[in-house]
């Protein structure tokens, strides 16, 4: 299972759903991925552990489309913020760690830290919402989504194009294809810099994504019309960082691990 903080929902692939012959039925909401296709459907398990926490009558979406796998080591499905988000959370990427608290464990990142200073970051979302953080892009600021099951990070093309003026049509734009969607037209742009809370990231390469999910006529549970998120932080920048999420406290807590400049 991957551990994705940019999806609200747990889900699952189809093909695991039929191979542990788990029931299927109508979820009663939507879930719409970053390619704009959807489902409604949903399945559940009569219990669920992760390390020493259980969860009994698990529920899960049922991912649409196509399998997402290259191989059969890929992750079958993904754990949501729907399970992360009644803890307190710390990923360690550099040592390939991740550690779950009970809110009131007194897990103060400054305790776990005491030398060193980590930057503090409020965030929107959680309580199975994305996770929204302010960043600035090129001196930009821009709401994006911290997303853990991303591999790499994205911006919205339209606005690359309405607030960056980037021009797919001209020569210093790459086209490009990702890895399981190389029928959708994506695009790669160097920018100067990416600041996340003091964290500075130099000359960060960022993939351009059209808004397929706008246009689809889906929306979310304030009925609120489905659109691409402005930015999305994947794994190619995350995986210099040491994350500590609060979700009682509305804060993200990042440690530059990865040779990155830090505040």
């Not at 959370?89 to 030398?115: K, V």
């Amino acid at each position: 299972m991957l551990l994705d903080t940019g999806s609200a929902l747990s889900a699952l692939e189809m093909d695991q759903v039929v191979q542990m012959d788990l029931p299927q039925f109508d979820a009663g909401m939507t879930m719409t991925v970053i390619t704009g296709e959807s489902s409604s459907l949903a399945t559940s398990a009569d219990n669920f552990t992760l390390g020493g926490i259980t969860r009994d009558e698990m529920r899960f979406m049922i991912l649409p489309g196509f399998d997402y796998r290259l191989s059969e080591n890929e992750p079958v499905g993904f754990l949501g913020l729907d399970f992360f988000s009644d803890f307190d959370l710390e990923i360690d990427f550099q040592n390939g760690d991740i550690r779950l608290f009970s809110p009131n464990d007194c897990s103060d990142p400054a305790y776990r830290w005491p030398n060193r200073h980590a930057a503090a970051i409020p965030f929107e979302g959680g309580n199975a919402q994305f996770i929204t953080i302010a960043v600035l892009l090129d001196d930009i600021e821009v709401p994006a989504i911290i997303d853990t099951g991303a591999a790499y990070t994205v911006l919205n093309l339209d606005t690359a194009a309405g607030r960056f003026g980037i021009d797919v049509t001209k020569p210093d734009t790459r086209m490009i294809g990702m890895d399981r969607t190389d029928f959708i037209r994506t695009y790669q742009w160097q920018f100067s810099e990416l600041n996340i809370g003091g964290i500075l990231f130099e000359n960060p390469q960022i993939t351009l994504f059209p808004n397929l999910v706008r246009g689809t006529g889906r929306t979310n549970l304030e009925g609120e019309q489905l659109s691409l998120s402005e930015m999305i932080i994947g794994m190619d920048i995350l995986r210099a960082l040491h994350l500590y999420f609060s979700f009682s406290e509305g804060k993200v807590y990042a440690l530059a691990e990865g040779g990155v400049e830090a505040p």
